[in-house]
């Protein structure tokens, strides 16, 4: 919760100047009027060159990852509420409590300050959701035409409490691929926000926090081999890398990969395969066959999971390559995506 | 999704598939040509090839627009693309199409505005909301994409538009199904007539071929089961001793095509003395270009374009792989110098291309065709 403070900060200005960014007056009143504001917190309120945390015992896991994604704000969501959920998620994939985070912010000049308080009140709410706290922060400004509103990076710690190691070494032939829920949501999202497409669905963005869908297959222990948030190229591209990594190959059914209708159908009109198309809220793994129905029993009783299906399994061969049986009964090559058909979206 | 469901009932697609094995003569081999990339994408996206008996071979055609568009007129855009206050607008697609001098990716790398855009419209919007700046649609694609072409100039003209143009690259279908026609030593039997295309041109265009060539064809969509269809009744054709033009698509395409769209092409473009195709050399009257009243709308008269005709690279066998000679791994580059992410032939390039689907969905099942299961 935010420290009561005695002087209340307010910025006047409508919009984003290059003042902001000079480092003086207007960029300290931003910083404490917004940021401060919205993401209180001890390690944070010092405003110190570092912020300064104790470290609770176990291993530890640090990423970052940068956000542009235009437009700002789409159904279901907004970038700030991905940052947040996207750093979050790259630590719980990894088998990591996440604890603190840090975030770089870009700005545009000329973004207006109510666009960006709502971002950084979506952030804000989505930290005290999952738990975490926003510990370190900069804010930079750009001239007009340099980015497309406001760009942010998070960077994430977070601690392992457990022993079990995950990743491509531990995965096995046999053993299952389980999927969290439906495929290609935030990717649709953003695409039909945009509007370049003249195309209207109600597709929300599943930007979600799946700490505790991975925290809830953490429990099933050694059983649990490698885990992903399958994010930007798809559910597709993290298993060509599990496929890779690992010298196996994972077998996919088409029948069973779930997918919104309207999903599937803006995905048939634009001729993109929801196979590549980004996700923000939803964990696949790997684990093995004995505790499969136990994974999908774990990740169903959290109601991000309430779809979890299992979607195919790990075979021998052929070496490092994603196939799928499809619907039709034949079956093909799931490839890696050569270039970027799609507009930026995340 | 219902729609598109009911195209894609496995058991509907067993049983098509049971017919079709019914309809073969064991060991006399049928080889079917899908004139359309579309069509070769869903052969592969949908693994169809598993689900034929190995009597059916199918050959991949030339109906992806992407392929045939020869170098010299990529490195011609290119041309447009770096040309001060110009913007050039495109499909997807043809961004990593390589020419002589790189590819649109590359120049757009070195600094030309060059945008990806889903049609034709975009691209005039675009022009109408940056007046400062020209903007050029390049155009590719056979009569399908010809009449949004088309309505897309009439606006510009209407708008009284004075910086937006076209560089009209639209080409025909019947040119290059003539030239495969009449390939020495020929290897098609059948053809699955493109579904998109026919709609604006109708099924009748066909009729040359039974006619003319004594080959059969039947105009499909583009969903499996259309195309379990088509093949099935290709073969009923042969049984029955007809050889003639039949339409499976008939939810879309008349026998006589869209006269709307065919009279907004007939308006705005005219049929070229020739056109170079990629791997098939000049064809004539094989392509369009704007007529004379929309002079101020086209690029090739606005812009001084290089026009240099530019040889396909010594190892490349587009030719070979777009008449249905030789099947894309037969290529001795495949696979090694030529790969989606590095393309050295242009029907490795968009996913449609008989090269690219083959290499990302289906280069699995080479060992069992080379074995001799396949063919
Ligand atoms: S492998 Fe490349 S060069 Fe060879 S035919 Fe295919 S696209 Fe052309």
């Known amino acids: 919760m935010p420290e009561p403070r005695t002087r209340r900060v307010l910025v006047r200005d409508k ?20 940021f401060l504001d919205a993401f209180g917190n001890d390690a944070l309120a010092p405003l110190g060159d570092s912020a300064v945390v104790s470290l609770p015992p176990g291993r530890v896991a640090v990423t970052t990852d940068s956000y542009v994604v235009r437009p700002l704000a789409f159904p279901g969501g907004d970038i700030g509420e991905l940052a947040v959920n996207g750093t979050v998620n790259d630590l719980a994939v990894a088998g990591a409590r996440p604890l603190w985070l840090t975030a770089g912010f870009v700005l545009e000049e000329g973004l207006p300050i109510d666009e960006l308080r709502a971002i950084v009140t979506s952030m804000a709410s989505a930290a005290g959701h999952v738990g975490v706290a926003v510990a370190a922060g900069d804010t930079k400004v750009v001239e007009r035409g340099k980015a497309d509103g406001l760009y942010v990076t998070t960077a994430g710690v977070g601690v392992l409490e457990h022993d079990v190691v995950l990743g491509p070494e531990r995965v096995h032939p046999g053993d299952r691929v389980v999927l969290s829920g439906t495929l290609a949501d935030h990717g649709v999202a953003v695409l039909i926000a945009r509007g370049d497409l003249r195309l209207e669905g109600d597709i929300q963005s599943d930007t979600a926090p799946v700490h505790e869908l991975a925290a809830a297959l953490l429990g099933l222990g050694e059983g649990l081999r490698w885990m992903r948030d399958p994010t930007r190229g798809g559910l597709a591209t993290a298993l060509n890398e599990l496929a890779a990594q690992s010298g196996l190959a994972v077998r996919l059914r088409e029948d069973a990969l779930p997918i919104e209708p309207a999903v599937a159908a803006a995905c048939e009109i634009l001729g993109i395969d929801p196979l590549y198309v980004a996700n923000e809220g939803k964990l696949v793994a790997v684990v093995a066959p004995d505790v499969a129905a136990e994974a999908l029993a774990r990740l169903r009783a959290h109601p991000l999971g309430a779809e979890a299906v299992e979607i195919g399994a790990v075979e021998p061969e052929p070496e490092g390559m994603v196939l799928l049986d499809t619907a039709l009964g034949g079956s093909r090559i799931v490839d890696l995506l050569v270039g970027d058909p799609l507009p930026r979206i995340c | 999704m219902k729609y598109v ?369 396949g063919a």
């Open chain 1, 15 to 34: 919009r984003i100047t290059l003042t902001h960014g000079a480092g003086g007056k207007a960029t300290r009143d931003l910083v404490e009027a917004l």
């Open chain 2, 5 to 373: 469901d009911e195209y894609r009932d496995p058991a509907l697609a067993r049983s098509l598939a049971a017919e079709i094995a019914s309809l073969v003569t064991p060991g006399e081999v049928v080889r079917v040509m899908e004139v359309c990339g579309g069509h070769t994408h869903a052969i592969y996206r949908h693994g169809l090839e598993e689900l034929l008996p190995p009597e059916v071979e199918l050959v991949h055609g030339p109906g992806c627009p992407v392929c045939v568009i020869p170098m010299g007129r990529v490195d011609d855009a290119i041309a447009i693309a770096e040309t001060e206050g110009v913007t050039l607008a495109t499909f997807g697609d043809m961004l990593r199409v390589p020419g002589g001098s790189g590819s649109l990716l590359q120049a757009q790398a070195r600094g030309a505005d060059v945008r990806m855009v889903y049609s034709p419209l975009d691209a005039l919007e675009l022009a109408r909301r940056e007046p400062d700046r020209h903007v050029c649609f390049f155009a590719i694609g056979f009569e399908t994409t010809a009449p949004a072409t088309a309505i897309t100039l009439l606006r510009a003209r209407a708008q009284e538009l004075s910086n937006f143009s076209v560089f009209c690259n639209h080409v025909l279908i019947e040119p290059p199904l003539r030239a495969i026609l009449e390939t020495p030593g020929l290897r098609v039997d059948a053809f699955i007539g493109p579904g998109h295309v026919s709609s604006v041109i109708g099924s009748d265009a066909y009729r040359f071929i039974p006619e003319e060539y004594g080959r059969p064809v039947v105009v499909s969509a583009f969903e499996p089961i259309d195309l379990l269809q088509s093949i099935a009744m290709l073969l009923r054709q042969r049984i029955d001793g007809r050889c003639e033009v039949e339409n499976q698509y008939t939810r879309v395409v008349r026998p006589e095509g869209n006269p709307r769209a065919l009279a907004a092409i007939a308006e705005t473009m005219e049929p070229r003395e020739d056109f170079e195709w990629r791997g098939l050399g000049v064809l004539p009257a094989s392509a369009l270009r704007l007529r004379e009243p929309f002079a101020a709308f086209d690029a090739e008269r606005l812009f001084a374009l290089p026009g240099a005709r530019i040889e396909d690279p010594k190892a490349c066998r587009c030719g070979e792989v777009l008449t249905g000679q030789i099947k894309p791994w037969e290529c001795g580059v495949f696979g090694t110098a030529c790969t989606p992410e590095r393309p050295l032939g242009t029907c490795m390039v968009s996913s449609e291309g008989a090269c690219a689907a083959y290499f990302s969905y289906g280069r699995l099942r080479r060992p069992r065709e080379e074995a001799g299961v």
